[in-house]
């Protein structure tokens, strides 16, 4: 019982302070984008996504993954507290990302007529492209710093850097925002990738590492190990970076740019708002899931506690959004973007289905199964581009929403039975009875928003809020008893 209590908080742990990094950056990330729609409107909100993605689609083709393997070989050099090995892997990861960041900014120039032609249809965004190429140079450097500091496990320079890099950079966004409007775009993507960059590097620095004077090749050889691991994240996150560039590319060509802003803005508010519990998904449950990959028995413990996590938080997030969308939407955005409720409305519903669906889908990855990974990848990617073009087609935004949600429930009986049959995973049945009860929350409340109206409506949805709560409340005590926890460190202290 000590030990489920303490793997159960340990993941509360990791979620609050993972998901509390990132709280900070999505309040500037909140004002920026409030400002973008008032001062730019939907068609600054739809440049921006289409800029700053085919920018991302570049970057993680170019990277390599070395921001993620490079935190994998730091930590393990940490944790064995080898102090010779960890200068030559921060040595040897500086010089790497100058050379994936220069081939990144070649790369962009070289493809800029392209990019523009296929993201806007026609060529008038060639020099844009251009100019904003350093920028993936800049972010590269960026990434390569805060890997030293999360792989060191210094976590509040990980969060200063962060946040105050964002700050800067919004600080000097919104007077430009509002004097030049549309023509600050490009300007602002550049000047944020440098307030990153500046912070990122101020506060590596503050780490005492020992210099390592290695010549060029013994540099990438040391560095050929985190590439060879990295590719295969890096080929993953470039398939899922092309199918969502490739919908926006969709709605643009069939909806226009206004379009584009409004999925952009719903995108935003379902998975990077709602979305925080991943986030601690990515950085904390990988490698606690790899340490248990060859023990079945520990492996579907350590799947179950994390899926039952996620979802018993995510419930009453998931009720709050729903009741509260359309104030949500005014306070993030604008008036103009109330046409996205419908999308979000069914895309939040889609998350309860995505945390089951994402705690399964790390098995593959942890099992290190790359043939796998990559098919699964190609095929779920294919499937998402699928569901969402047609979605969209015949129902506009609220279409991708309901594509959105029938995608994760898809995704999630699919890798279910792909587990089963190739690592017989079987999910622990004492899950299905609190997922069961957290669907009929999410139901009840989706039914209430569709079918009643005033004074009603809000008291079923307030209702079903407190009541969504205090279970969710009630089952994260029976599992991690921190009621008892903090009763006995207030003991403790008073002694």
């Not at 209590?5 to 909140?30: E, H, M, N, P």
């Not at 942890?366 to 294919?382: D, E, H, R, V, Y």
Request: proline share 2%; hydrophobic share 50%.
């Amino acid at each position: 019982m000590a030990n489920n209590d303490q793997s159960y908080r340990q993941i509360l742990k990791a979620t609050s302070l993972f998901g509390g990094v990132q709280v900070f950056s999505i309040i500037i990330s909140v004002i920026r984008s409030k400002a973008i729609a008032v001062w730019l409107g939907p068609s600054g909100v739809g440049i921006i996504g289409l800029l700053t993605n085919s920018l991302k689609v570049i970057g993680e083709f170019t990277k390599l993954g070395i921001d993620v393997t490079a935190v994998r070989e730091i930590s393990i050099a940490n944790e064995h507290e080898d102090t010779d090995k960890i200068p030559t892997i921060v040595t040897s990861l500086k010089r790497i990302v100058w050379v994936t960041g220069l081939f990144g900014m070649l790369v962009t120039i070289i493809l800029s007529p392209l990019l523009s032609k296929i993201a806007f249809g026609n060529f008038e965004y060639t020099i844009a492209f251009i100019w904003i190429s350093v920028s993936l140079l800049f972010n590269q450097l960026s990434s390569g710093q805060l890997a030293i500091l999360q792989g060191l496990r210094k976590l509040k320079y990980l969060a200063k850097a962060n946040v105050y890099g964002n700050f800067l950079g919004l600080l000097i966004a919104l007077p430009l925002y509002y004097f030049f409007r549309v023509d600050a775009i490009v300007p602002t993507i550049i000047v944020t990738s440098v307030c990153g960059f500046l912070f990122s590097w101020f506060f590596s620095n503050k780490i005492k590492i020992e210099k390592k004077n290695i010549t060029n090749s013994q540099a990438f050889k040391e560095g050929k190990q985190m590439l060879n691991l990295g590719f295969m994240l890096s080929l993953r996150g470039l398939i899922t970076l092309v199918t969502l560039y490739a919908l926006q590319v969709f709605i643009s060509h069939f909806g226009g740019v206004d379009e584009v802003g409004f999925y952009t803005a719903g995108f935003v508010i379902i998975n990077s708002y709602v979305g925080l519990i991943f986030n601690a998904m990515r950085t904390d449950y990988f490698p606690r899931l790899s340490a248990t990959i060859n023990n079945h028995e520990k492996m579907g413990i350590a799947v179950f506690q994390q899926a039952t996590v996620a979802v018993l938080i995510l419930t009453p997030i998931i009720i709050v959004f729903l009741t509260l969308a359309p104030f949500i939407i005014k306070v993030l955005y604008s008036k103009e973007f109330l046409v996205i409720e419908g999308m979000i409305t069914w895309g939040m519903m889609a998350t309860l289905f995505q945390a089951i669906s994402w705690s399964m889908g790390y098995i593959i990855l942890a099992k290190g199964n790359s043939k796998l990974f990559i098919k699964t990848s190609i095929f779920f990617n294919m499937l998402l581009l699928g569901f969402g073009t047609i979605g969209y087609y015949f129902g506009g935004l609220k279409g991708i929403g309901i594509s959105y949600l029938l995608y994760y429930i898809v995704h999630t009986i699919a890798i279910n039975i792909i587990l089963n049959y190739k690592y017989q995973f079987k999910m622990l049945k004492d899950f299905f009875k609190p997922f069961s009860i957290c669907f009929v929350f999410c139901a009840l409340a989706f039914s209430a928003l569709l079918f009643t109206v005033g004074i009603l409506k809000f008291f079923l949805l307030g209702g079903i809020i407190l009541i969504s709560s205090i279970f969710t409340f009630n089952e994260l005590n029976k599992r991690t008893n921190f009621i008892m926890f903090i009763k006995k460190k207030f003991s403790s202290e008073d002694d």
